[in-house]
C-alpha cells in the first residue's frame, strides 16, 4: 500500500496560492456528462469536486466553455461573457465557483484574446463591409497583384493564414482554421473590449485566466514573408515549413500581456497564465522585466522532451538557470493538445513521470486522467473530432487520443454518461476510477500519496532544487528546505539501478518497498522513491 511514511512540518508560508498549487486541468467536454447528451457540462464538473478534493489538487482550470459552434472545440468563441448551452448556463457556472471554492478550489479559466468564431457577431459586422466600424478589429489586407495572399504565413492547422472573402475582396488573417479570425489587437477599441472580458470573469469569482495562444496575438503581417525553415521535414506539422519570425512572439505580444496583467492586478491574488512557446528565451520573456507579464508562462519543455533521464535533467538545468530572479517555474507533462505522457514515456514509466511532475520545483499542471494512467486512445478515422487531424491527417497530429472521456466506473459509457460519448471511453490498464481506488497499488492511489505527501514537505513545493545525478538512466535531485531535504530518485530504465543516496523511504512506486531504507538505495525498475536521509 501506497503511503506517507514520515511527514516532516515546517511553518505555513507566506507564498500566493499559484505558487503552492497543483493545477488540474479539466477539459469540460469529456470530464462528466450531467444531461445526457455524450457531452460534459459544468453541473457534471460539479458533481465531480469531491473526487478533486480527495486527490489532493487545489485549483483546476477549464477548458473554454464559452458559445461556441465548437469547430475548434471551444477555442473558436461567439461571445466572450456567457456559457455555451451545451456546457450550462451563467447560473450553472455560478454555482460551479461556490461549490468549489466551498470545497477550498480554485477555478482558472481559459480566456481566447487571439482570434473569435468567424460567427462571433463582431466579425459578422467586420466582414460585412469595408466600411464597417468593426472593419480593423480584425486582420484584413489585399491581395497581392497576382490574387495570392499578402504573405506565406501557413496556419498552425495547416494551410494558408489567410482566407478570401469574396463579398468585400480582401484576406482576413487566421492563425488557427479560417473559422477563427484573428483579431487585431493593435486596435485599442478592440483591447479595451477584451480587457473587459477579463474584468467580467474576476468579478464572477474566478480565480485566475489561461490565456490561449499568446504568442499569435500581435502578428506582424505587413513584415512580409517568413523565412524557410531548414530543420523542417515532410513528417512535421505543415506550420513549422517556416520560421514564425513575424507571426509569433512579436515585441507588441509581451506588450499586450503587459495590459492584461495590469487588468488581472485590479483583483487581488488572481493568477495570470499563458499558452507561451517558442525559444526559451522567448518563453521567459513572458514573465517580464519587472515580473510583470504571466505569473506562470505556460513551460512545455517537457511535452516534447525524449524520455530519457540526462536529457530531462539537463532540461531542467536550463530552464531553472534561465528564470529571471524571482520568477516561479512551472511544469507541464500533458495537456489537451499532446499525446498522454503514460504513450510518450510507456505505461511502466507513468508513476515516474508523476512522480516527477509533482516534486521538480514549480507549480504542476495535471492532465485530467494522468492520474490514471490513461494512455492515447486509439480513434478510428471514423470516430476523428480534431479539425487539425481531418486537414492533416496521417501525420499523427490528432488530439482525439488525449481528449477521450473519463472512466469513472464500470457501468456503461464508464459513468461518464448514459449514451454513446462523443468520443469513445477508453478505459487504462489499472481501470476506471471506481476500481483504482478500490485498489491500494493503483497508479490513482500512488498519485493521491504522492500529492498528500508534497502537501505536508514544504521542501516539496518551496524548497530549492539541486541536481544530484542524471547518470545511467537513473535522475535523482534535491528539495532542500531549511535542515529539511528530500532526495527523489527516478528510475527511467526497465532495470534495477543503484543509487548513491540513502535514507528514510517516505514513498515509492513500488507499493512492496516499506519501511527504512539505511544504505544505498537500489531503485527496481520503472521506481521512484522520495527519500529522507
Ligand atoms: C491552443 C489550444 O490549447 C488549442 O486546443 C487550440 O486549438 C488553439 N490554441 C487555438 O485556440
Given amino acids: 500500500m501506497y503511503k506517507e511514511m514520515e511527514a516532516i512540518t515546517a511553518d505555513p508560508t507566506t507564498a500566493s496560492w499559484w505558487q503552492k498549487a497543483i493545477i488540474y486541468q479539466v477539459y469540460p467536454r469529456s470530464f462528466q456528462d450531467s444531461n445526457g447528451d455524450g457531452i460534459g457540462d459544468l453541473a457534471g464538473i460539479e458533481t465531480r469536486l469531491d473526487y478533486l478534493v480527495d486527490l489532493g489538487v487545489d485549483a483546476i482550470w477549464i477548458s473554454p466553455i464559452f458559445p461556441s459552434p465548437m469547430t475548434d472545440f471551444g477555442y473558436d ?13 451563467l447560473a450553472d457556472f455560478d454555482r460551479l465557483v461556490v461549490s468549489a471554492h466551498a470545497k477550498g478550489l480554485k477555478i482558472v479559466l481559459d480566456f481566447v484574446p487571439s482570434h473569435t468564431s468567424d460567427r462571433h457577431p463582431w466579425f459578422v459586422e467586420s466582414r460585412s463591409s469595408r466600411n464597417n466600424p468593426k472593419r480593423d478589429w480584425y486582420i484584413w489586407r489585399d491581395a497581392k497583384p497576382d490574387g495570392s495572399p499578402p504573405n506565406n504565413w501557413i496556419s498552425e492547422f495547416g494551410g494558408p493564414s489567410w482566407t478570401w472573402d469574396e463579398a468585400t475582396g480582401q484576406y482576413y488573417h487566421n492563425t488557427f482554421l479560417s473559422e477563427q479570425p484573428a483579431l487585431n489587437w493593435r486596435n485599442p477599441e478592440v483591447q479595451a473590449a477584451m480587457l473587459d472580458v477579463i474584468r467580467f470573469w474576476y468579478a464572477r469569482g474566478v480565480d485566475g485566466l489561461r490565456v490561449d495562444a499568446i504568442t499569435h496575438i500581435a502578428p506582424d503581417v505587413d513584415k512580409g514573408d517568413n523565412p524557410p525553415n531548414p530543420d523542417w521535414q515532410a513528417h512535421m506539422s505543415p506550420t513549422h515549413s517556416h520560421l514564425q519570425v513575424h507571426s509569433k512572439n512579436t515585441p507588441e505580444s509581451y506588450e499586450m500581456t503587459r495590459f492584461m496583467r495590469k487588468v488581472s492586478d485590479e483583483f487581488p491574488d488572481r493568477a495570470l497564465i499563458g499558452e507561451t512557446s517558442g525559444t526559451l528565451e522567448d518563453v521567459m520573456r513572458y514573465y517580464g522585466d519587472d515580473l510583470d507579464l504571466f505569473h506562470l508562462p505556460f513551460n512545455f519543455a517537457l511535452l516534447t522532451a525524449p524520455w530519457d533521464a540526462e536529457h530531462i535533467a539537463g532540461l531542467v538545468e536550463t530552464y531553472e538557470t534561465a528564470l ?10 500533458g495537456n489537451h493538445d499532446c499525446a498522454r505522457i503514460a504513450s510518450r514515456s510507456g505505461p511502466a514509466q507513468a508513476a515516474v513521470a508523476a512522480m516527477m511532475l509533482l516534486t521538480l520545483r514549480g507549480t504542476p499542471t495535471l492532465y485530467q486522467g494522468d492520474e490514471l494512467g490513461m494512455e492515447s486512445a486509439p480513434i478510428a478515422p471514423h470516430e476523428v473530432q480534431d479539425p487539425w487531424e481531418k486537414r492533416v491527417p496521417g501525420l499523427g497530429l490528432g488530439r482525439d487520443p488525449a481528449r477521450t472521456p473519463m472512466p469513472w466506473d464500470t457501468g456503461a459509457q464508464s459513468g461518464f454518461s448514459p449514451v454513446a460519448s462523443w468520443l469513445p471511453v477508453h478505459v487504462p490498464s489499472g481501470g476506471p476510477v471506481s476500481a483504482q481506488e478500490q485498489d ?14 508534497r502537501r505536508s514537505e514544504p521542501a516539496l513545493v518551496e524548497g530549492s532544487y539541486r541536481l544530484v545525478t542524471s547518470e545511467n538512466d537513473v535522475f535523482v535531485f534535491e528539495r532542500s528546505l531549511g535542515c529539511d531535504t528530500l532526495y527523489v530518485c527516478l528510475n527511467f530504465s526497465n532495470e534495477a539501478r543503484p543509487v548513491d543516496v540513502g535514507g528514510m523511504c517516505l514513498l515509492s512506486s513500488n507499493p512492496e518497498r516499506t519501511g527504512a531504507l539505511l544504505g544505498r538505495l537500489k531503485l527496481e525498475p520503472n521506481e521512484a522513491v522520495i527519500l529522507c536521509p
Fill in 77 to 89: 468563441v461567439t461571445d466572450y461573457c456567457d456559457i455555451d448551452p451545451m456546457f450550462g448556463t
Fill in 324 to 333: 529571471p530572479d524571482g520568477a516561479w517555474p512551472n511544469w507541464v507533462l
Fill in 440 to 453: 491500494p497499488g493503483s497508479m490513482l492511489a500512488f498519485v493521491k500519496a504522492l500529492i498528500a505527501l
